[in-house]
């Protein structure tokens, strides 16, 4: 049995006590849950924005950048706090995220104009974006090497879980408490995650490695020597690929649906869920494929059916072939999301993981950012087909990038 096998046995003794099960599920759970608030958070930011404009009086641009700055501060949180986060631990740094987020969306919900509640959004963002990566080192350093990939895919899948709840919930509750009244709602999930994470103990391989010996800087591990470089620039152009075709997808989509073949809000609803559902049945596929055929080929796979299923989607012209193949494309372009977690803790030493899942995962949402704007830009030339069929071509350089500059570390010791 491996260190990491006699770890998880010792943990599934010790403090089973607890409400929330062995240290190693808790971890699983916070995780999860903090993942899941992202989700649900910045998707019920979407559905209030027009009912914010109206009773502020915002332009659309002042609208818009909302999400964008929500955004930002995640990209500038992730960064942050990952690095934190190699330096005081995983659980500490995740009740400082949780309760900056916590603390920021509750004061939304008293917002009184565009710049107090702009203030407030960025500054929850920085809490929002410290969550998945350093959730993320955290579940997978208290996990056995064997179930790496499915514990990675398990966190994957709470983002697209606080989505799904935010769709079925916000209709249900706007219409009666108002968008003050979500923003408290928002405050739930934050709740729920404090609590959990108050009753987990600190990683143990954490512990084990600060006590050994004061490491580098870890932002400078990522780049330390041409090998760690080659990885790095890898996972950036896989993070990049990642968020660009996600939210040039999920943004347009129900836009270019109405438009085109006449969908109703709800039927835009409806596609919007049974993609959500592609997303987490491909999610959890992928955690299951990478335990056991390996990262690389799994990925690798993933991509083919991205960059395939992609460029079919943009010929389709019937309103059931685009219910199922949205379904079909969210298995695809989203599932690959179950691995990056595994793949990155097991690329780079425990010193730094916080600091590559954070860092490099925010690089690649930053980037990800450009997919809505450039897929509107080509449109505007051209066609919404054409851009959605052009998007597929990134699945390419994805590929390439996969196979070229990461190695395949399945079920390698943690360094």
Known sequence: MNHHADQSAAMHGAQDKSMFGPPHVRALVASISGYAMDGFDLLILGFMLSLIS?????????????????????????????????????VRVLTYTILLFAVFTGLCAFAQGYHDLLAYRFIAGL????????????????????????????????????????ALVTPVLLPHIGWRGMFLVGLAPAVLSFVIRKAIGESEIFIEKAARKKHEFP?????????????????????????????????????????QFGFTLAKSATWTAASILGMLVGIWIFGQLADRIGRKPTFVMYQIGALIMVFVYSRMTTPEALLI??????????????????????????????????????IGRAVGGFGPLAIGTVAS??????????????YVVDVIATTVLIPELKGVELE
């Open 127 to 166: 809490g929002l974006g410290g969550e998945f990566g350093i959730g993320m080192a955290l579940a997978i350093e208290a996990w056995p090497a064997e179930k790496r990939g499915r514990v990675s895919s398990y966190v994957g899948m709470g983002w697209q879980i606080g989505v799904l709840i935010a």
């Open 325 to 362: 193949g949205g379904m079909v494309v969210g298995v695809f372009v989203n599932g690959m999301m179950g691995g990056y977690g595994a793949l990155m803790a097991e690329l780079y030493p425990t010193h730094a993981r916080g600091t590559a899942q954070n860092v490099l995962w925010s």
């Open 381 to 394: 030339y051209y066609s919404f087909g054409t851009a959605i069929a052009a998007l597929a071509c990134i």
């Open 54 to 90: 109206s009773d502020l009086g915002l332009t659309s641009a002042q609208a818009g950048s909302l999400v964008t700055w929500t955004l930002v501060g995640g990209v500038a949180g992730g960064i942050g706090f990952g690095i934190l986060s190699d330096y005081l631990g995983r």
């Open 219 to 259: 932002l400078k591990t990522l780049f330390r020597d041409a090998t760690t470089t080659k990885r790095s620039i890898g996972m950036i152009i896989m993070c990049s690929v990642q968020n660009f075709g996600y939210y040039g997808l999920i943004i347009w989509m129900p836009g270019y649906l109405t438009k």
